[in-house]
């Protein structure tokens, strides 16, 4: 069990002490000893029960942990778990052995078994519970986990990965209904964790203040950490100024941040893509579910012009929901920016022109904002009227949960490890919230090609096959991709040890590795 010794150990327990009003947190964060991050947007509470949401999932990252997750280089790394061995429909974990939770109590199979068979169990509300359907699990002992699929899945691996499953306390949790754990009070306090740091308090809309884990596996250099959910532009300002030490920037601040003294900018192109969402259930206009109408919206919109004024050129237009590169065969569709084509095909598809829809996202990062604006003139001008409705996080998921959205813009990530991740947003078993298929897309038989693909071990063969997936993707458009924008981090100059990934959501996964300058 490794403590933080010393005059660390009074930092530490001091910031946390010290922090018992907002006046005083706030000084607290301006200390030498405090790290300041840059939330993208809101978060609203820290569970992996929940559908997945990239602030929520940044501040997970950092208070639990994963068997393992994936790195800067879009790798399996470990974590929780020390090794493991996958077989044709066996998956065997090692845990390290040794571990405590923050409160110290010790850690064992018996926390991995009982996260996983609540995040497969649909009575306890669990977003990862369509993921998990075709396993079953077994702790034989206190330091080996065994995952057990119904059907080989060469993929299963991308479905767990951080930062999904995030490994709960069983001695804090495992008394709570399943039927009601969902809305306990741990995840909105989520006291104890496996992570480096340890939460100490969420002030809404202002920030995330976590501790240092004194129970860690190993020392954790920085005492404390503040995360701030803020728009791009105060963001920029306030890396200028110093009260932010990283920040993801957007790519027309690019030239301002690298003029700033003693701030690295690094980029990665991000491993998913901004989209929007199509809502195609019975409980809308079901038109939408004609794939003719989704073509339409994507030629009418200049996506090469997107990127070109909004990312200043940093990002790609996206073409298919798969991002791994074997998974994408050559010719697919491009969807070239054309009006006449879009009014043609919604002519085609029975849509009047002037109906009204709006477009849902959640305002503060100024690439979303400006594409919402865009889309908004694009499809207007081809018979599309469209309202833009700014909403919160809670607003915008409560609106995927009952249907009641007409497209929505968000971002997504973590599908460049393996092409199973993409398939998780496309499953006929994977309507929101019990999955990540927002829009209700739905068509049997590339599900049918996803599972043939995941059922082998040959990599040629998946290829093929997923690239068959593909093709009946870009064809059918269950979203409308946008682009695929490359992720800008910038760093201050006292932050060490920084390693930069695509992935917003797993853009903290090395914290345990950073340390401030003296």
């Not at 993921?131 to 080989?152: G, Y």
């Not at 085609?348 to 709006?358: K, L």
């Not at 469209?386 to 959205?405: I, M, N, W």
């Given at each position: 069990m490794?403590r933080?010794s010393?005059?660390?150990?009074v930092?530490v327990?001091g ?11 706030r000084s607290q964060?301006?200390s030498?000893?405090?790290l300041n991050?840059h939330?993208y947007?809101k978060?609203?509470r ?6 997945p949401?990239?602030?929520d999932?940044?501040?997970m990252t950092?208070?639990f ?8 280089s879009?790798?399996y ?7 493991w061995q996958?077989?044709e429909?066996?998956?065997t974990?090692?845990?390290?052995q ?6 110290g109590k010790?850690?064992s199979?018996k ?7 609540l995040?497969?169990?649909p ?7 369509g993921k998990?359907a075709?396993?079953?699990f ?7 986990f065994v995952?057990n699929?119904t059907?080989?899945?060469a993929?299963?691996?991308s479905l767990?990965?951080g930062?999904f499953a995030f490994i709960?306390?069983e001695?804090?949790?495992g ?7 969902a809305n306990?009070?741990f995840f909105?306090?989520?006291?104890v964790?496996?992570g480096?740091?340890t ?6 809309d202002?920030?995330v203040?976590?501790a240092a884990?004194?129970?860690y596996?190993?020392?954790i250099a ?5 995360l ?5 532009d ?6 200028g100024t110093?009260?932010l ?11 301002t941040?690298e003029a700033?003294k003693?701030?690295?900018v690094?980029?990665k192109?991000s ?8 809502n195609q259930?019975?409980?809308?206009d ?7 109408v989704?073509?339409a919206i994507?030629?009418a919109?200049d996506?090469?012009a997107l990127?070109?004024n909004i ?11 798969f991002?791994v590169s074997?998974a994408?065969p050559?010719g697919?569709?491009?969807y ?9 095909l ?6 009047t022109?002037?109906?009204t829809?709006t477009?849902?996202w ?8 400006a594409?919402?604006?865009?889309v908004q003139?694009?499809?207007s001008?081809?018979?599309m ?5 700014p909403v919160q996080?809670a607003?915008l ?7 009641t959205?007409?497209?929505?813009l968000?971002?997504?990530g973590?599908y460049a490890?393996d092409?199973s991740s993409?398939?998780a947003i496309l499953s006929?078993?994977a309507f ?15 599900d049918a090609l ?10 040629d063969r998946r290829a093929?096959?997923?690239?068959q ?11 409308a991709w ?5 992720i ?10 920084f390693r ?5 959501a797993t853009g903290?996964?090395n914290a345990?590795?950073?340390?401030l300058a003296?």
């Amino acid at each position: 069990m490794n403590r933080l010794s010393g005059v660390l150990a009074v930092i530490v327990l001091g910031l946390a002490a010290g922090c018992s009003d907002p006046t005083n947190a706030r000084s607290q964060s301006r200390s030498p000893y405090a790290l300041n991050l840059h939330l993208y947007q809101k978060p609203k509470r820290f569970s992996p029960l929940d559908p997945p949401s990239g602030p929520d999932q940044q501040v997970m990252t950092l208070i639990f942990d994963n068997l393992l997750t994936v790195d800067d280089s879009y790798a399996y790394s470990p974590r929780l778990a020390a090794r493991w061995q996958v077989e044709e429909d066996r998956i065997t974990f090692h845990l390290r052995q040794g571990l405590s939770w923050s409160d110290g109590k010790p850690f064992s199979s018996k926390d991995v078994l009982f996260t996983y068979e609540l995040l497969a169990d649909p009575g306890s509300g669990s977003a990862m519970a369509g993921k998990l359907a075709a396993a079953t699990f077994e702790a034989p002992d206190d330091h080996t986990f065994v995952i057990n699929l119904t059907r080989p899945n060469a993929g299963f691996l991308s479905l767990i990965a951080g930062p999904f499953a995030f490994i709960l306390p069983e001695h804090v949790l495992g008394r709570e209904p399943v039927d009601k754990i969902a809305n306990s009070a741990f995840f909105a306090h989520p006291t104890v964790g496996m992570g480096p740091y340890t939460f100490v308090r969420h002030k809404t809309d202002q920030y995330v203040e976590l501790a240092a884990n004194p129970h860690y596996r190993k020392p954790i250099a920085i005492p404390a950490i503040f995360l701030k959910p803020i728009g791009s532009d105060a963001a920029t300002a306030q890396l200028g100024t110093g009260e932010l030490d990283l920040v993801q920037v957007s790519p027309t601040d690019l030239r301002t941040v690298e003029a700033f003294k003693g701030v690295t900018v690094t980029a990665k192109p991000s491993p998913g893509f901004v989209r929007l969402a199509i809502n195609q259930s019975d409980q809308k206009d079901r038109r939408s579910a004609d794939p003719r109408v989704r073509q339409a919206i994507l030629h009418a919109i200049d996506r090469k012009a997107l990127v070109a004024n909004i990312l200043a050129g940093r990002g790609r237009v996206q073409n298919s929901s798969f991002v791994v590169s074997w998974a994408l065969p050559g010719g697919l569709e491009e969807y070239a920016y054309d009006p006449a084509k879009a009014r043609a095909l919604l002519s085609e598809a029975g849509w009047t022109a002037g109906e009204t829809m709006t477009l849902s996202w959640i305002p503060g990062q100024r690439d979303r904002d400006a594409a919402a604006t865009v889309v908004q003139a694009a499809l207007s001008a081809v018979g599309m009227s469209v309202e833009l409705k700014p909403v919160q996080a809670a607003e915008l998921l409560q609106s995927y949960d009952r249907r009641t959205f007409d497209l929505a813009l968000f971002g997504g990530g973590g599908y460049a490890v393996d092409p199973s991740s993409s398939a998780a947003i496309l499953s006929c078993a994977a309507f929101y919230p019990r999955g990540g298929n927002v829009g209700d897309f739905c068509d049997p038989s590339l599900d049918a090609l996803t599972a043939q693909a995941d059922a082998r071990t040959d990599q040629d063969r998946r290829a093929e096959l997923y690239q068959q997936a593909a093709i009946k993707d870009n064809a059918q458009v269950p979203y409308a991709w946008l682009y695929n924008p490359d992720i800008l981090w910038a760093a201050g100059s006292r932050l060490r040890g920084f390693r930069p990934s695509g992935d917003p959501a797993t853009g903290f996964w090395n914290a345990d590795e950073w340390s401030l300058a003296g």
